[in-house]
């Protein structure tokens, strides 16, 4: 990423002049994706849950990652977008289509509100601003009972088939292709995003937004542009899980959501486009096997993951590779290339 | 009516009082070092598990207060030497993640050493009873609250105000680099800090345990008030944050006994407003202005 090449490359197609090796990167997770479809039947609504939960990772990734947003309101715009999709649902009509282009629609103006109003602010007052979010909205979803259905939940989801052709059914089939599409869409838009121009000058407001300003960029416009489509991606993700589950209960917004999402990131890696699909998977997978152990032992090995990363790993299991290579360099006297 | 009143306000301060307890050293430790510690509230977890464990034993109420200050205090201090210092120099994000995995930590090993049920401590007979404060009666626990409280509140605010310690922490807190510059040891008083203010917390979880009941999700829950408390109060600023938690006490009372249904919700709508409003929050120190 800081290979200054690929920044010409980001005017011409994502995949011009790739080496075919980093060409089978970029293949192999997705391969795998389909694979699962294929052969792990009995799990499709485990890797839907997962693919739905790398999805909102990487909308953090975004905000947090390249932007440098410090923060814990994500699970704002998840629960939104969950909610703004079921309601879709119950009121509205029961195509998944269009509930799921609303709710990505209305998660937008929130993020666009929310951070119009707040990312002026900085450091631990913008951390509390963006907890103060979560929680206004997780106390008033918990007291409209009438549009929330409150701490029971929103029930009675009509969940139609997609193009009135694929029926969502008790396997997950579709839940799955669904839900694989809509991330696959989502990930190509944010690496053109993140390779553009745009995405350019959001790595330099992480760096330094004072000299970013001094030298001409509109720092808190491309603040909010960032805030704002990192909000509809996480809003996305929400309505894919208010559809697949054809359910949404109080606990999308809770700051537990948004300190799991966070988790799942940074155990994988920020800014390096997979870390997100790494982080949720080990997650999960260390959670369903954990949970067999005690019903809490995973928190405990899930925070002890955290801190470990923060300390010894800073960029998440991604990195492991790189700090290997480094370690090879190292012992080989090659100089690393700076 | 004016006896009506006036239990509203008792009951917010003595609620303020907890929450002040609690926030003091946080708001010293990052107005201090600059560290968003969210773990903080594991901190007086611990202090109401611990003061739980012993009352429920059957041990000496002041004994198991006083265990239940110093031992959150001497896990502060080990924290601070191992996890925290590293921190000091990183950014708030890795502070933040970091702080977030040792309440995830804390969170398990309580539940696991104590179960996932709310755990109770067990108040002596006499603070249960109501007793004759004048023109009512009142729970001799809040008052008990507010005594406490304003004791601890005095003597830190003598010891801020008029001892060469807290000469020396206002003079870091205000510049930490001019301090380190004239020869102070920031760092030992950091860290001897961190240890009080951790006690502090301790304490506060144990005796505000009546209000603000020992459980699993303890930390996560309650580590809201008390970052409201040191932001709106103003980070670093010790007065500030007396207000901010009397303020935040009266204000959550009033809400549930007058506007019932909608006062969660509106704490945070005003918290939001007043941090638009004034991001350096109420009163913060000289240095923040």
Known sequence: MTNPSETQKAGGGLLAGMSPWALAGHALPWAIAIGFFFIAEGYLSFGTQIIIWILFALSLDLALGYAGIVT?????????????????????SPDPILGHLFAIGLTAIVGLISGALILHTTGVTFLMLTLATVLIMFEYANQAKEITGGDDGLQGMKVGPIFGKYEFNLFGHTAYVYSLIVLFIWFVIMWRVVKSPFGRSLDGIRQNARRMRAIGTPVWWRLLAVYTLSAAMAGSAGALSAHATRFVGLSVLSLLTSGIVTVMLILGGTRRLYGAFVGAIVYFVVQDYTAKISPYFWEFIVGGMLIATVLFLEGGLMDLGGIARRQWERLTGKASKP | ????????????????????????????????????????????????????????????????????????????????????????????????????????????????????FPYPVKFPEYLTRPIDIGFRTYPGYRVFLIVVGAIIAAILWWVIDNSIYGARLRAAVDNARMARAVGMNVNLLFTGTFVVGCALAGLGGAIGAGILTPEPSYSLKYVVLFLIVVIVGGEGSFKGSFVAAMALGIIDTMGKYFIAPAAPYLLYVAVFLLLLWRPQGLLPPKSAT
């Not at chain 2, 002041?62 to 924290?79: D, E, R």
């Open chain 1, 72 to 92: 814990l309101g994500q699970a704002a715009f998840f629960g939104f977008g969950a909610y703004a999709a079921g309601w879709f649902s119950i009121h509205v």
């Open chain 2, 1 to 116: 009516m004016l006896s009506f009143a006036a239990t509203v306000l008792l009951d917010g301060v003595s609620y303020g009082m907890v929450l002040f307890l609690i926030s003091v050293g946080l708001t010293i430790t990052m107005g201090l070092m600059r560290v968003v510690n969210l773990a903080h509230g594991s901190f007086a977890m611990i202090g109401g598990y611990i003061a739980g464990y012993f009352t429920q034993r059957g041990y000496n109420f002041y004994v198991a207060l006083a265990v239940a200050a110093i031992i959150p205090g001497i896990l502060g201090g080990l924290c601070e030497v191992t996890v925290y210092r590293p921190l000091y120099r990183k950014g708030e994000l890795s502070q933040v993640l970091l702080t977030i995995g040792l309440v995830f930590v804390a969170t398990a090993a309580v539940t696991e050493i104590f179960g996932a």
